[in-house]
C-alpha cells in the first residue's frame, strides 16, 4: 500500500512538474513584456516630448495632448495642426534636407498611403505596439487591427464614421430637401453650393471620389454637379462653414467633420445631412483618424509611449469625444454620438479609405479639373 501510494504521489508531481513547464513561457513573457514597457518608458521621460503632426482645431489639439501629458507628465507633446497636404509637404521638404523632425502623423489615409509611404518616411506600426489591451484583436472592430495600406503595416485606422457629406443652414433649408445627393441638381440650389477644393487632398476630394464611384451616382453626376450648378470652391473648412452659418450660401459639401463638430459647439447655425437621411449607400470615413509612425524618429521611445496610449481605451476616448468620430475599440463608448455616424456591424458600407481606393483619386482629379476649366 505504501509503495503504490509513493507512486502515485510520484506521478501526480510529473504530471505537476509539466504544468508548470507549460505555463512558464507565458509567465516569461508577461515579465518580458513588461520589462520592455518600463524601458521604454524610462528613454521616453529621458528623451522629454515627442512630436506629433496632426489635424487643425482647437478639440483635436487637446483631446490629442491634453490626455497623454496627464498620464504621462514628463513627456511633453509639441503638436502641429494642420491640413494633410501641407504637413506633409513641409515634412517631406525637411526630410530632403536632413531634418528629420516629427515623430508621427495622425490624418487621413490618402495623405499617408499616397504622399508619406511612397516617399519612405514611415517604418511599419505594429512592432512599436507593446500593451497587450492594444495588440489584443478582440479588443477591435471586426477582431483586428486595422490598416488602409494593402501591405497591412503602416497605416493604422483606429477611427471610422458613416461620412456626413452635406451640411446647411437649418433656417434657410430643409433637410428633407436632400433626401438624395441627386437633390443637389436641382436648379434652385445653383450659385448656393460651396465645396471644399476636390483637386486637393481632404474631406472634397473625398466626397467627390464617393460620388464618382458610387454605383448609384457616377460619373455622369459628377459631370452635370459641375458644369450645372456653378459650385463656389474652398480651401478653408471654416470658412465655408461660416459663409453656411451667414446665409452668404446654403449648402456646403465636402464636409470637415471636425470642424463642423468645434463650431456648432460654438452656436453657430449649422446642421449636417446624416447619412440615415439619405438614400444612396454610405461610406466608411476616416477622416483624420489615420496614424503611422515615421521613421528615423528624433524621439524613438517616448512616439512608442504616445501610440500605445493613443489606442488605449483612455486615448480613444478622449478622441472619440473630441472628434465625433467613432472608435474601433469595442470598449469605448458611442453615448456621445449621433448613433447615424455609428458603422453598424454586417451593414453595407463602401470602404474609399483603404489604398485598394485610392486610383480614384487621379481619375476624379482629371475629371473636375476639366470640368472646372470648362
Given at each position: 500500500?505504501?509503495?503504490?501510494?509513493?507512486?502515485?504521489?510520484?506521478?501526480?508531481?510529473?504530471?505537476?512538474?509539466?504544468?508548470?513547464?507549460?505555463?512558464?513561457?507565458?509567465?516569461?513573457?508577461?515579465?518580458?513584456?513588461?520589462?520592455?514597457?518600463?524601458?521604454?518608458?524610462?528613454?521616453?521621460?529621458?528623451?522629454?516630448?515627442?512630436?506629433?503632426?496632426?489635424?487643425?482645431?482647437?478639440?483635436?489639439?487637446?483631446?490629442?495632448?491634453?490626455?497623454?501629458?496627464?498620464?504621462?507628465?514628463?513627456?511633453?507633446?509639441?503638436?502641429?495642426?494642420?491640413?494633410?497636404?501641407?504637413?506633409?509637404?513641409?515634412?517631406?521638404?525637411?526630410?530632403?534636407?536632413?531634418?528629420?523632425?516629427?515623430?508621427?502623423?495622425?490624418?487621413?489615409?490618402?495623405?499617408?498611403?499616397?504622399?508619406?509611404?511612397?516617399?519612405?518616411?514611415?517604418?511599419?506600426?505594429?512592432?512599436?505596439?507593446?500593451?497587450?489591451?492594444?495588440?489584443?484583436?478582440?479588443?477591435?472592430?471586426?477582431?483586428?487591427?486595422?490598416?488602409?495600406?494593402?501591405?497591412?503595416?503602416?497605416?493604422?485606422?483606429?477611427?471610422?464614421?458613416?461620412?456626413?457629406?452635406?451640411?446647411?443652414?437649418?433656417?434657410?433649408?430643409?433637410?428633407?430637401?436632400?433626401?438624395?445627393?441627386?437633390?443637389?441638381?436641382?436648379?434652385?440650389?445653383?450659385?448656393?453650393?460651396?465645396?471644399?477644393?476636390?483637386?486637393?487632398?481632404?474631406?472634397?476630394?473625398?466626397?467627390?471620389?464617393?460620388?464618382?464611384?458610387?454605383?448609384?451616382?457616377?460619373?455622369?453626376?459628377?459631370?452635370?454637379?459641375?458644369?450645372?450648378?456653378?459650385?463656389?470652391?474652398?480651401?478653408?473648412?471654416?470658412?465655408?462653414?461660416?459663409?453656411?452659418?451667414?446665409?452668404?450660401?446654403?449648402?456646403?459639401?465636402?464636409?470637415?467633420?471636425?470642424?463642423?463638430?468645434?463650431?456648432?459647439?460654438?452656436?453657430?447655425?449649422?446642421?449636417?445631412?446624416?447619412?440615415?437621411?439619405?438614400?444612396?449607400?454610405?461610406?466608411?470615413?476616416?477622416?483624420?483618424?489615420?496614424?503611422?509612425?515615421?521613421?528615423?524618429?528624433?524621439?524613438?521611445?517616448?512616439?512608442?509611449?504616445?501610440?500605445?496610449w493613443l489606442l488605449s481605451k483612455e486615448g480613444q476616448t478622449g478622441f472619440s469625444r473630441a472628434s465625433g468620430y467613432p472608435s474601433r475599440?469595442?470598449?469605448?463608448?458611442?453615448?456621445?454620438?449621433?448613433?447615424?455616424?455609428?458603422?453598424?456591424?454586417?451593414?453595407?458600407?463602401?470602404?474609399?479609405?483603404?489604398?485598394?481606393?485610392?486610383?480614384?483619386?487621379?481619375?476624379?482629379?482629371?475629371?473636375?479639373?476639366?470640368?472646372?476649366?470648362?
Amino acid at each position: 500500500m505504501i509503495k503504490r501510494s509513493f507512486v502515485l504521489l510520484r506521478a501526480w508531481a510529473f504530471v505537476a512538474s509539466i504544468a508548470t513547464f507549460g505555463a512558464q513561457p507565458s509567465l516569461l513573457g508577461a515579465q518580458s513584456q513588461q520589462t520592455e514597457w518600463e524601458r521604454i518608458l524610462k528613454g521616453a521621460r529621458e528623451e522629454g516630448k515627442v512630436v506629433v503632426l496632426g489635424p487643425p482645431g482647437a478639440d483635436a489639439r487637446k483631446a490629442l495632448t491634453e490626455g497623454f501629458q496627464k498620464s504621462y507628465p514628463g513627456i511633453e507633446v509639441e503638436y502641429n495642426g494642420g491640413p494633410g497636404s501641407k504637413l506633409s509637404a513641409r515634412l517631406l521638404v525637411e526630410r530632403r534636407a536632413g531634418q528629420y523632425l516629427a515623430d508621427a502623423y495622425i490624418g487621413g489615409t490618402a495623405t499617408a498611403i499616397l504622399n508619406l509611404i511612397p516617399a519612405g518616411a514611415v517604418d511599419p506600426i505594429k512592432p512599436a505596439l507593446v500593451r497587450p489591451d492594444v495588440l489584443d484583436p478582440r479588443q477591435w472592430w471586426g477582431k483586428k487591427l486595422e490598416f488602409a495600406d494593402q501591405a497591412g503595416q503602416h497605416n493604422l485606422v483606429f477611427a471610422t464614421n458613416v461620412r456626413t457629406h452635406i451640411a446647411v443652414n437649418p433656417q434657410l433649408v430643409k433637410k428633407t430637401d436632400l433626401s438624395s445627393y441627386r437633390d443637389l441638381l436641382n436648379p434652385k440650389w445653383r450659385g448656393k453650393i460651396v465645396m471644399h477644393d476636390p483637386m486637393v487632398l481632404g474631406p472634397g476630394q473625398g466626397t467627390a471620389k464617393y460620388w464618382y464611384a458610387h454605383p448609384e451616382l457616377g460619373k455622369e453626376f459628377v459631370r452635370k454637379f459641375f458644369t450645372e450648378q456653378n459650385v463656389t470652391i474652398s480651401r478653408d473648412s471654416r470658412q465655408a462653414l461660416e459663409w453656411i452659418a451667414r446665409g452668404q450660401y446654403l449648402i456646403h459639401t465636402g464636409l470637415d467633420d471636425l470642424q463642423i463638430t468645434e463650431l456648432m459647439a460654438k452656436g453657430l447655425t449649422l446642421a449636417p445631412v446624416r447619412p440615415t437621411e439619405i438614400k444612396e449607400i454610405g461610406d466608411l470615413n476616416v477622416g483624420y483618424s489615420s496614424v503611422v509612425l515615421l521613421n528615423r524618429p528624433p524621439h524613438p521611445n517616448a512616439v512608442k509611449v504616445y501610440l500605445n496610449w493613443l489606442l488605449s481605451k483612455e486615448g480613444q476616448t478622449g478622441f472619440s469625444r473630441a472628434s465625433g468620430y467613432p472608435s474601433r475599440r469595442l470598449d469605448v463608448a458611442h453615448d456621445h454620438l449621433d448613433p447615424a455616424v455609428v458603422p453598424r456591424e454586417g451593414s453595407p458600407y463602401l470602404a474609399f479609405y483603404k489604398e485598394e481606393y485610392l486610383h480614384f483619386n487621379k481619375e476624379v482629379d482629371n475629371l473636375v479639373k476639366e470640368l472646372m476649366v470648362k
